[in-house]
């Protein structure tokens, strides 16, 4: 089984009507240290009036078993989330799942309004 296979089983096993989202938000970043050294002005420069719910994150899934890494992500969904928000507010409907992809990974997130459910890891070709 390939990993996209592996992935599309998660989701679906997870999350059974994953195959028919259509409005998902996929954020492309080019450089892991460049987001890590970005993170105190995503965090305190446009803020929205959405509540301090967005300041955290929990993993309630993963497919891997790697506690820090798992927590690298949840905080990399956290930074991200603001920009599904901006999406929502600007008329777009907000995403349904966050695609990041980042240093040849790509992670599946689905976002609520206090968690962040990390879906899957796929690496990218």
Known sequence: MTTVETIRK????????????????????????????TSTSTSTGTSTSSPSSSTHATILYSSFEDSALASKYASLAVRHVNSARELAQLGGSAPQLLRIRSSGQEIFILPSSDRYILLAISEVA
């Open 10 to 37: 998660q989701l679906e096993e997870l999350l059974p009507t994953t195959s028919n989202v259509a409005n998902s938000l996929l954020i492309e970043l080019p450089d892991t240290q460049h987001v890590t050294s």
